[in-house]
């Protein structure tokens, strides 16, 4: 009987352990997405101002199931896990959606307007 209990003790332990284990590996991945996404807003915004001072500029980037979209100035970047938008002096009108895997994102200015492509 001793021996059951003991047993059934470090199975209840081990599980517990296990569980733990796995929510704050996934807690951890969570926060390490979201790590990346700010990183490749980070690089969008200021690739956008190099374009706007010297004409043109360009950045490759990893990103996942996220959009890149500017209206009136306002350069926006959308995942599932993060979002953000920056203010830029310059008139824009582009959107692209659902990027996924590694990209080109090449940004240029035409008079008062900032253009973006990305391949």
């Known amino acids: 009987m001793v021996e059951v209990l003991e ?3 470090v199975l209840l332990a081990s599980s517990l352990l296990i ?9 951890f991945w969570g926060v390490s997405l979201e790590t990346e996404d700010r990183a490749a807003f980070s690089g969008l915004a200021a690739t956008a101002w190099g374009a706007l001072e010297h004409g043109n500029s360009s950045v490759t980037l990893e990103v996942s ?8 100035g306002a350069l926006t970047f ?3 896990r993060y979002s953000a938008v920056a203010d830029l002096p310059a008139d ?4 692209y ?7 080109l994102f090449s ?13």
Do not use: K, M
């Open 19 to 27: 569980g733990f284990s796995i929510s704050a590996a996934s807690s």
């Open 78 to 80: 959308s995942s599932p």
């Open 92 to 95: 824009c009108d582009f959107a």
């Open 107 to 119: 940004f240029a200015t035409v008079g008062s307007w900032l253009e973006l492509r990305v391949s």
């Open 7 to 9: 047993y059934s003790l």
């Open 97 to 103: 959606q659902q990027l996924d895997g590694q990209h």
């Open 65 to 72: 199931n996220s959009s890149v979209y500017c209206v009136g």
